[in-house]
């Protein structure tokens, strides 16, 4: 039964070793000890569900939160008396591709539901730093935003989560045109996915941590089974409690960090109630994280332009893996990439590490590593 209502760091934390026939009683937990579907979408309210569908991979490859958490989450919001849309923009591919491919579309169909390009956009003012957006209009006029991302590691993020997972309410190319705004400087784009999050301000996230993605992530790491579902009111505390379980502290993060600039969310976890399992039994403790240090040091343009390659981790190609197939030229936002004499050649000087190359790599054959200098200190 529903529990009474909780407060908006309240965070639950439900075991589920399996994508079995377990998931529907465990994603149904989750939200139940939060006070229940009925606090968080009302009879009538269109509702659209965002799931990370990053690119097409079957379910198996933890690129995608996996079908079966999403035919959980649109169950909930038609028992509820919600009408269910599930969508999002794929960092690459086409929305139908990619959702058939994850086995998302099949769940889609058979529940009923319907799938929503993101790919109109509207612009929305807003109040931060970053004064509007251009956001998919399905994600600004739908009554709710229920919020279903994957916990897997990420090149620049360090964990890609709660947060970072509504980035796909921009729509298309539009997503690089953030990291060409951005540039080097990682600390402004943390904030404006944090005033992003804050603008759409989902109803409910619903974090899929049954198998997550360790390593070589988002787009190209290892599945590893941590066998949870985490869910809450605030994307930030959903964040921190992920954090935690793979073994972070959550103030090493940078959206966290990003959060706590903005006032945005609760992150300290001593102010965060776990509902459910405690973390200490499911923590793992040899997760796998990419190195993700950046030179983010108040110094003069020409002595940042000089260390940049010595003092920040950069993306890397494996010349044997590579099949030069152009994914990670067309969406470089810096244009800093180009095939040379059979090989795939990142100019370092423009290239702003913003790491969509290593994202998006069909084959992994995109890594990050540590400048020099950076290794060199940790050695």
Not at 255 to 284: F, M, N
Not at 304 to 318: E, Q
Request: aromatic share 4%; with cysteine.
């Amino acid at each position: 039964m529903p529990q009474p209502v909780k407060t908006l760091s309240d965070v639950a934390v439900v075991q589920c070793p399996e994508y079995d026939s377990g998931v529907l009683s465990a994603v149904r937990r989750s939200v139940n000890l939060l006070g229940g579907m009925s606090n968080f979408i009302k009879p009538g309210d269109v509702v659209l569900i965002k799931p990370n569908l990053l690119k097409a991979k079957p379910p198996q490859a933890a690129v995608t939160t996996h079908p079966e958490i999403v035919r959980s989450v649109i169950r909930l919001v038609h028992e509820a008396d919600g009408r269910a849309l599930v969508g999002d923009s794929p960092g690459m591919g086409d929305l139908r591709t990619v959702a058939e491919k994850s086995g998302i579309l099949d769940v889609v169909n058979e529940e009923k539901a319907v799938l929503t390009s993101l790919d109109e956009s509207v612009m929305v003012k807003s109040s931060g730093k970053f004064r509007r957006f251009e956001v998919a209009r399905v994600a600004y006029e739908s009554d709710a935003i229920i919020n279903v991302p994957k916990l897997k590691t990420h090149g620049m993020t360090r964990l890609t989560g709660a947060i970072k997972n509504l980035f796909g309410c921009i729509s298309g190319k539009r997503k690089a045109q953030w990291h060409f705004n951005t540039g080097i400087n990682h600390e402004l784009f943390m904030r404006m996915l944090v005033e992003l999050y804050a603008l759409l301000s989902p109803k409910l996230t619903i974090m899929d941590a049954i198998v997550g993605m360790e390593g070589n992530g988002p787009g190209s790491g290892d599945p590893r089974r941590i066998g949870a579902i985490i869910a809450g009111r605030d994307a930030a505390s959903v964040d921190a409690v992920a954090a935690k379980l793979v073994g972070v502290e959550p103030e090493q993060l940078p959206l966290i960090k990003a959060a706590v600039a903005a006032g945005v969310g609760e992150t300290r976890l001593d102010r965060i109630k776990i509902l459910g399992k405690p973390i200490e039994h499911l923590a793992i403790a040899d997760f796998r994280l990419p190195p993700t240090e950046h030179l983010e040091w108040p110094l003069p343009d020409w002595a940042r332009s000089l260390l940049k390659n010595a003092l920040t981790t950069k993306p890397v190609v494996n010349q044997t893996v590579c099949i030069r197939c152009g994914v990670c030229q067309e969406h470089c936002p810096q244009r800093a990439i180009e095939v040379r004499s059979n090989r795939l050649d990142i100019r370092y000087r423009e290239c702003i590490r913003c790491f969509c190359c290593q994202e998006l790599c069909p084959r992994g054959a995109i890594t990050v590593s540590n400048g020099w200098a950076l290794s060199y200190l940790h050695s």
